[in-house]
């Protein structure tokens, strides 16, 4: 079992950043790929972007490419989500997911095992 805390979310306005960290816990060295997901509300939960935690290789979505750069400490079981330049339209809740099975690179839901329980970003216009 992998247990994942999400932290980092909040208010801001147009044009602002956030940083979400997510905590890893538990059996880690079963983590493959992890992942940030976001879902609004009536919407879809979107893959943003995947991490390969053995050797820090990364995957993006087409939607923040270039915007959301995702980084690990290794050492903390810990990664993050650095949101730039955020827009109204970014406001969802962020989810953390680890996957066990080498499928995260899809950046699909069903490719990852564990999910956090999510923290909420609201962007402001």
């Known amino acids: 079992q992998v247990q994942l805390v999400e932290s980092g979310g909040g208010s801001v306005q147009a044009g602002g950043s956030l940083r979400l960290s997510c905590a890893a816990s538990g059996d880690t060295y079963s983590t493959s790929y992890m992942g940030w997901f976001r879902q609004a509300p009536g919407k879809e939960r979107e893959g943003l972007v995947a991490?390969?935690?053995?050797?820090?290789?990364?995957v993006y979505s087409n939607s923040v490419t270039g915007r959301f750069p995702i980084s690990q400490d290794s050492a903390k079981r810990t990664i993050y989500l650095q949101m730039n330049s955020l827009k109204p339209e970014d406001t969802a809740m962020y989810y953390c997911a680890a996957d066990t099975r080498g499928h995260g690179y899809t950046l699909l839901p069903e490719s990852f095992d564990y999910w956090g329980q999510g923290t909420q970003v609201t962007v402001s216009s």
């Open positions: 991490i390969y935690t053995p050797n820090g290789a990364t």
